[in-house]
C-alpha cells in the first residue's frame, strides 16, 4: 500500500504525475484534477457535466482559485480523464482514503456491532455502460463495513479474474483486527491462507464451485449431528425478523465448531449455515433460502449473533458504493469510453462518496444537495489551501 501520507483530497491528487507534454500546457495539472473532483462533489455525473459544471462557475473558480488564465475548457478536463494514470490516480486516493478512515475509526467503532473487529467487504462491480460499444471494465473493491468508504480498488478484464486480483487488492495491508468478506467465488483456500498470514480474519460464503466443502458442511446441519451435550458446547443458533421495504425476513442462523479439525481448510474455526424467509406483504408470496458459509472467527471473538451481524454487513458494498453510483452518478447509464476515463471516473466517484461517508452523511443526494449549493463547502471539503 503507498505510504504517502495526505491530510486533504487535494494533497493527494496533487502527488499524481502529470502524462502531458510540458509543450503546450495552460492549466496546472492539479488545479484540473481539483476541478474534476469539485464537479462531481457538486453533482456531475460524467464528463460532458463536469465540463459544464466548469464552464457555468468560471469567474467564481477563477476569483476563488486566483487562476490567472482562468479555468480548463471542457475538452481540456475530458482530456485529462482520458490520460491519467489510474494506477496513480488509485493508489494515492486509496492512500489517502486508508489513512482519513483510520483517523475517524474510533468514534466509528465505538459504535459498532462487534468494536474489536472491523468488518470489510470485497466485491467487484461492471461498469456496463461500456458493453454498448463492445468494451469491459470490472472493478472489485474493498470498502468498509461500518462506514461504506471504499480503501482500494483494482480493474480486471472480468468477474473470473477477481480470483487473481483480489490478492493484489489485500497485499501489504495490515489486517490486523480486520474480518474480510466475500462471496462464493473468491472462496479459495490461498486467499483465505493470505488473509490469516496478514494478521486478518476471514468469512466467505460456500457454493458447490467447492463441492466436497458445501456437502459436509450441509451434512452436519441436515443430519442432526449433535447430542444434547454436544449440542450445548457446539452449535449456537439466532433469529432476526425485520420488515422493510414492503417485504418481511426471517432469518435464522446456525454456527458449529464441530468441523473445525476435520475440514481441510486454512484456519477454519466455524461453518455457519442461514435460512432466509423473505415474505412480500402485497402478493403474500414467500420464498426461502439456505446459504451456508465458513470463517476464521473462533466463538470467543465472534459468536452466531456477532456472525448474524458480520455476514449482513457484507451488503455495504452494494448499499453504500455500487448502488449510489449506479443510480446518483449514474454509472452504468454513462457513454464515457475513451483511455481511461471510464475507470478514472468510478475511481472519482468512489473518492466523493467516501468524502461523504467521512463527513457521516448516510444520503449521498442529500449530500450533493447541500454541497452544490455553495462553492466555498466544495472547496473545504476537498481541502483547497485557504479553505480548510
Request: charged share 25%; net charge positive.
Amino acid at each position: 500500500m503507498d505510504t504517502c501520507e495526505y491530510s486533504t483530497l487535494s494533497a493527494a491528487l496533487a502527488d499524481i504525475a502529470d502524462p502531458r507534454k510540458k509543450r503546450g500546457q495552460r492549466h496546472a495539472w492539479m488545479v484540473i484534477l481539483v476541478l474534476i473532483a469539485a464537479a462531481m462533489v457538486g453533482g456531475a455525473r460524467n464528463e460532458k457535466a463536469i465540463g459544464r459544471w466548469v464552464t457555468i462557475r468560471r469567474k467564481e473558480l477563477t476569483e476563488r482559485l486566483k487562476l490567472t488564465r482562468g479555468v480548463p475548457s471542457a475538452s481540456t478536463l475530458r482530456r485529462a480523464l482520458q490520460a491519467i494514470s489510474v494506477e496513480a490516480l488509485e493508489a494515492r486516493l486509496n492512500a489517502y482514503m486508508s489513512q482519513a478512515e483510520s483517523k475517524e475509526a474510533e468514534e466509528i467503532t465505538s459504535q459498532a456491532v462487534h468494536p474489536e473487529l472491523k468488518g470489510q467487504s470485497i466485491d467487484g462491480k461492471t461498469v456496463r455502460g461500456l458493453r454498448r460499444y463492445e468494451q469491459s471494465l470490472h472493478l472489485v473493491s474493498l470498502v468498509r463495513h461500518d462506514s461504506g468508504i471504499v480503501l482500494n480498488q483494482l480493474a480486471v478484464n472480468d468477474k473470473s479474474n477477481e480470483i487473481t486480483a483480489v490478492p493484489q487488492l489485500l497485499a501489504k495491508r495490515d489486517l490486523t483486527g480486520t474480518v474480510t468478506t466475500m462471496d462464493a467465488l473468491l472462496t479459495q483456500r490461498n486467499l483465505c491462507r493470505q488473509i490469516l498470514e496478514q494478521g486478518g480474519h476471514y468469512l466467505v460464503v460456500v457454493k458447490r464451485n467447492q463441492p466436497t466443502l458445501y456437502d459436509d458442511i450441509a451434512l452436519l446441519f441436515e443430519g442432526n449431528a449433535w447430542t444434547i451435550h454436544e449440542k450445548a458446547c457446539e452449535y449456537q443458533r439466532v433469529r432476526s425478523c425485520q420488515k422493510a421495504h414492503g417485504r418481511i425476513e426471517i432469518r435464522t442462523l446456525e454456527t458449529s465448531t464441530s468441523l473445525a479439525d476435520y475440514l481441510d481448510w486454512p484456519g477454519v474455526a466455524q461453518v455457519l449455515r442461514r435460512h432466509s424467509q423473505r415474505t412480500i406483504i402485497k402478493s403474500n408470496k414467500t420464498t426461502e433460502k439456505i446459504t451456508y458459509a465458513i470463517t476464521s472467527l473462533p466463538v470467543n471473538l465472534a459468536n452466531a449473533h456477532q456472525l448474524a451481524a458480520i455476514w449482513r454487513s457484507h451488503w455495504t458494498i452494494e448499499n453504500k458504493v455500487h448502488y449510489v453510483r449506479d443510480v446518483t452518478f449514474g454509472e452504468d447509464a454513462c457513454h464515457v469510453r475513451t483511455g481511461t476515463a471510464p475507470h478514472a471516473l468510478a475511481a472519482f466517484r468512489n473518492a466523493v462518496i467516501s468524502l461523504f461517508r467521512l463527513k457521516r452523511w448516510r444520503s449521498i443526494p442529500d449530500a450533493i444537495d447541500y454541497y452544490s449549493a455553495s462553492l466555498d463547502r466544495i472547496l473545504n471539503l476537498i481541502g483547497l489551501p485557504g479553505f480548510t
